[in-house]
C-alpha cells in the first residue's frame, strides 16, 4: 500500500520540479552577481595588455611627473641640481627616478613581508617621494 502511494505522488512530485524550473528557480545560482568597481578587472577585452585600472593609473602618474619635469625643465633649464643627505649630486629626474625606484622596492617588500592590502606600502612610497625631492 504504502508502495503504490509513493508512485501515485511521484508524478506531482516531478512535475512540482518542473514548474520551478520554468519559474526560474534552476537558474539562481547562475545568476551574474552584480559588481562595483574593481581595480583588477581588465579594461579592454581581448587586448594584448591587461590595461586594468590600476597599471592605467601608475602609468598616467608616471608620465604626468615627467610632463611635469619637463615644464620644469624648460622654465628653469639645468635640473636644479643639489647636494643631499646620501651625499650625491642630484637633479630632478634623478630625484624622480630615485623615487620610482625606491617606491618599487617599498611595494616588493610590503607584499612579501605583509601581503595585501598594499595601502600601508603607498603611505611608505609617498612618504619616501617626499624624503626624495626635499633631502636627497
Request: glycine fraction near 14%; include cysteine; proline fraction near 5%.
Amino acid at each position: 500500500m504504502r508502495r503504490l502511494v509513493r508512485l501515485a505522488l511521484l508524478p506531482a512530485l516531478v512535475s512540482g520540479a518542473a514548474h520551478a524550473q520554468q519559474a526560474g528557480w534552476g537558474n539562481v545560482g547562475q545568476q551574474p552577481e552584480e559588481t562595483g568597481f574593481d581595480w583588477t578587472r581588465p579594461l579592454f577585452d581581448g587586448f594584448w595588455m591587461a590595461w586594468t585600472p590600476a597599471t592605467l593609473a601608475v602609468f598616467a602618474g608616471i608620465f604626468a611627473a615627467m610632463g611635469v619635469l619637463t615644464v620644469l625643465e624648460i622654465r628653469r633649464p639645468g635640473g636644479a641640481p643639489r647636494d643631499g643627505v646620501l651625499g650625491l649630486t642630484t637633479t630632478r629626474g634623478d630625484r624622480l627616478f630615485l623615487t620610482l625606484l625606491g617606491t618599487a622596492f617599498i611595494f616588493l617588500g610590503w607584499l612579501f613581508l605583509f601581503g595585501q592590502p598594499v595601502w600601508g606600502a603607498l603611505a611608505l612610497s609617498i612618504g619616501w617621494g617626499v624624503f626624495c625631492f626635499w633631502k636627497v
